[in-house]
């Protein structure tokens, strides 16, 4: 195998064309860029009453567990249901799992791989499946065929016996003002970690562009009748 081939097996696939990443998103579970679009919308609806008197943490916490509700919310109409592991919050459907993930200032960049904003713990990695690599994206001395099966994480629970791909909605919020935010985001494969814990490659990513707009503040608009905490 030459270096150059070596070089791309351990690169991730990066998906970014509008009809691949709706595409990408029909084939994992009848996934739409609307659903994702929908759901940032109503996390970031709930940090639009931030001030200045508000608390630090505020718009960040809100955005958190509202996020993680839309996507069981949304998602549910797709057949996912919510599971929640030592406070590690998922949405499961047939062999998918989907958590949330802060990112960096590169979430949603495809020519830059992005790093998670925050370490994450033991449990957490081990539950993912994720391999602790230093250097992701340095050709290693391996055979041939393991390189060319670079893959994400696997849940690591025995859930009515199917096993399931990781994959974790990947988010960046660049704050305008009290309560607007602009927010960039990717649903990716989280592959392996650095030795401080922080996740630092992706088996697959999936970039979903929103069109560079700032989500406005307005309540979002479901069309669908909906009945109904990741590190």
Known sequence: MTNTLGNLANQPQIIKAPQDVESRLQSL?????????????????????ETANS??????????????????????T???TAHSHRNIELALYDNIAIGVCKGDEDTGNPSQPPHSAYKKGDITLKLLGLKQDDNPLQEKLLPDT??????GG??????????????????????????????????SQPATYDNRGY??????RIILDFGHQQFNNAAPEFTDNIDFKIE
């Open 29 to 49: 579970a009848n996934l739409s860029l609307q659903d994702f679009a929908q759901i940032i919308q109503t996390a970031n609806f709930a940090r639009s009453d």
């Open 55 to 76: 608390t630090k943490t505020y718009a960040g916490i809100n955005f958190y567990h509202n996020l993680v509700k839309a996507i069981r919310d949304v998602l549910a």
């Open 78 to 80: 797709k057949g996912f």
């Open 146 to 151: 393991e390189k060319l099966h670079i893959t």
């Open 154 to 187: 696997k849940l690591q629970l025995t859930l009515d016996e199917k096993e399931r791909d990781v994959w974790v909605l990947i988010h960046y919020s660049e704050k305008l003002g009290n309560g607007e935010y602009l927010v960039k985001a990717e649903l």
């Open 199 to 204: 996740i630092n490659s992706f088996a697959n």
